[in-house]
């Protein structure tokens, strides 16, 4: 499978194990239609084995942790079951880290499809497969969305009550060695008892790495920096309405014209290149996305481009768009003062997102920003600011869906 894609499941029973070259610690949560569980009971790991329909089986470290959903047990309500994935050891990501899931047939063990994420990094915890009602009928999704504050803010992220309980002191002589005890499960309702996190090293920490984390538009107008992401959500809900992509710039030399050309590519969830806005198409996807038409010069204050995309009336098939700024006549981004791009709310105006590009290159191509869908159904914004050699948005659909 390919992020994004999708199976028909075939058994009303399916397992998911997720194998790596190091521990992996597997969960399942059990969502509703909100995207969010239930109760803390809804919190399927290692020390919560059992759910309604939802069971967790140990590897022991000899072989992958699993998750099995019994999709006629589970109860009327939960629409998704996520499967997740976060290395054993504490404070490990899945740089060099290679994890694939395999989804089978869990009375007989069959294979019905395997699934391994592309191009992780520094994240720490990973949704890697879904479960989900569609129409009636079960189905299997790959995901493969990083997370970079470990299972923790996973679990929290759906809506589970996380308590990091408080480390033990350190006592004076080492204790008597003593059988270990099999894991409880918490009461009913009661907060998620994470494990404690190891001593820290002697060693200083290194600095988070660059748009870790995520934030959403409850506190207004947000300003990124290059690899930032923003979820397009206010009061906890997606924001699925019309917004306006502006993109504008200046000359860097007063008394000269610079004719720049804002498009927006669309993406499948393959990375399959659906169609392009630009100013020689100014409507795709029966009009959810249009464009403003071409400005020749840069001169005058405002956006000198505007993109206008309707999040609800794009295609499922939509879940990528990458707004990109091209040279057609080759001046070089050197040339250019002030570009930016920012997110309007198409209704009321207002602006939600902010990017302003701070380093130029001499190239005649940019990748500003891109929208992604999310399995959830939100939208995320990430300043991007990455240049390309391409005066036309064709030479940038390539790039541009290895961004994605």
Known sequence: MTPGSNIPLPAPRVAVDVSAPVRLDVSGLLL????????????????????????HRSGGGSAPDAITVDTAAVPPGIEKIVVTASPDAAGQSFQGVEPTATIRNADDGSVLATFTPPRLGT?????????????????????GQGYANGLAGIATDF??????????PTPAA?????????????????????PPPPAAPAAAPSAPAPGAGKINLDKGRVSLQK???????????????????GLGWEPAFRGKDIDLDASVIAYGPQRNHIDSCYFGKLKILKGAVKHSGDNLTGEGGGD??????????????????????NSFSGQKFTEVAKAYCRLIDGATGEELVRFDLTNAEAQTGVMMAKLVRQFTGEWDMTAMGDFVKSRTVRGMVKPAAQAL
């Open 174 to 194: 080492p204790p008597q060695p003593a059988a270990p005890a099999a894991p409880m499960a918490p009461p009913t309702g009661a907060p998620v008892q994470m």
């Open 227 to 245: 690899n930032q992401t923003v979820s397009l959500v206010k009061g906890g809900r997606p924001l699925l309405a019309q917004v306006k992509m």
């Open 32 to 55: 509703t239609a909100d995207g969010k569980v239930r109760s803390d009971d809804d919190f399927i790991f290692y020390n919560q084995p059992t759910g309604p329909g939802v069971t």
């Open 304 to 325: 000198d481009e505007v993109i206008v995309v309707d999040l609800g009336a794009l295609p499922q098939e939509v879940t990528g768009l990458v707004f990109t700024v």
């Open 159 to 168: 809506g589970v009550t996380v308590e990091e309980p408080t480390p033990t």
């Open 123 to 143: 994240e720490t915890a990973l949704v890697i497969v879904e479960i989900y009602l569609r129409n009636g009928a079960w189905k299997a999704r790959a995901v």
